[in-house]
């Protein structure tokens, strides 16, 4: 975009939706959130149990007029998901500026660089590039071989603190069994638990 701002361009996102809430994952963990969710991912996994293909379009200027809205303090946290928000993030480094600005990815796009807080959710095996200019990891339990979470551990060890295993919830009860992911973080301490507690409580 030759360093044009998508504020003054109007060039539109695809925005599923834009809710207040709180971060139910992960290292933020109940945190207040602001979510933007855009539409459309590169990957089309068979557990993913987001709606994310309707849309409408937004500039940059409507996002940040619906998050100041929802949250007109400005002490939330704003996550950009999908979907796959990679493919629509811009290098419009002044959308949502002066706020914490996070994102959630599955790592295989690039992100532009002003991005506060980067977490990756990989569902295929990732370069090690990627995989480090994350702040934090967060895999489901039971997608990989556990030889390649030991390769994570091994890469991770001594500069990368923030590992995250998360059961997947049975797509028929909505129930979580966490007992697979426990014993392997018993086994392997580097690792912590990350439950998706906005559907156990029923928080938007």
């Known amino acids: 975009m030759n360093g044009t ?44 149990d ?33 979907g796959e928000p990679a493919l629509q993030l811009r290098a419009d480094e002044e959308l949502l500026a002066g706020r914490f600005r996070a994102v959630e990815t599955n790592g295989i796009l690039p992100l532009p660089p002003w991005i506060d807080w980067q977490t990756v959710s990989p569902k295929t095996e990732l370069a090690e590039d990627r995989l480090l200019r994350a702040n934090e990891w ?32 049975d797509p028929k009860t909505g129930a979580f069994d966490v007992a697979p992911a426990m014993r392997y973080i018993h086994r392997h301490p580097a690792w912590r638990l990350s439950v998706q507690w906005h559907k156990l409580t029923g928080v938007r």
């Open 5 to 48: 701002s998508v504020r003054e361009a109007g060039a539109p996102y695809r925005v599923n939706e834009i809710f207040h809430s709180l971060q139910a994952e992960g290292f933020h963990a109940g945190r207040s959130a602001v979510f933007v969710r855009f539409s459309g991912c590169n990957l089309r996994c068979p557990f993913c």
């Open 138 to 169: 967060k895999v489901l339990y039971g997608h990989f071989p556990d030889g390649y979470l030991y390769r994570l551990e091994t890469l991770a060890a001594g500069r990368f603190p923030n590992l995250y295993l998360q059961p997947v919830a």
């Open 50 to 82: 987001t709606d994310h293909e309707p849309f409408a379009e937004m500039t940059g200027a409507e996002i940040e007029s619906e998050v100041e809205r929802l949250d007109p303090d400005g002490g939330a946290m704003v996550v950009f998901t999908g």
